[in-house]
């Protein structure tokens, strides 16, 4: 069974940075993707960024993200970073971590909000 587990988010003002953690329970190399993903209450869950964890693969960013979130990851400690910088109030929702390799599994997730 793999686990997923979030933490980081939190309370920021607008301009303010966050940086989101997500820990695997096993070794991060086994998967295929990881990314992140968030959903707004009675919408749809979106895709911020997306990690391939083979060697070559250039990380993906939604349009509404670039040039402001940052994703990596440290192998050593079977976890990916989600680093969140000039936030916008509409960045405020639940963020979720996610890995693929024949199937997709996710974490509970994480509230970012962002209010003056």
């Known amino acids: 069974q793999v686990q997923l587990v979030e933490s980081g988010g939190g309370l920021v003002q607008p301009g303010g940075s966050l940086r989101l953690s997500c820990e695997a329970s096993r070794n991060i190399l086994s998967f295929n993707i990881m990314g992140w993903y968030r959903q707004a209450p009675v919408k749809q869950r979106e895709l911020v960024a997306i990690m391939p964890m083979t060697s070559g693969g250039s990380t993906n960013y939604a349009e509404s993200v670039k040039g402001r979130f940052t994703m990596s990851r440290d192998n050593a400690k079977n976890s990916v970073y989600l680093q969140m910088n000039s936030l916008k109030p509409e960045d405020t929702t639940v963020y979720y971590c996610?890995?693929?390799?024949?199937?997709?599994?996710w974490g509970q997730g994480t509230q970012v909000t962002v209010s003056s």
């Open positions: 996610n890995a693929w390799r024949g199937q997709a599994y």
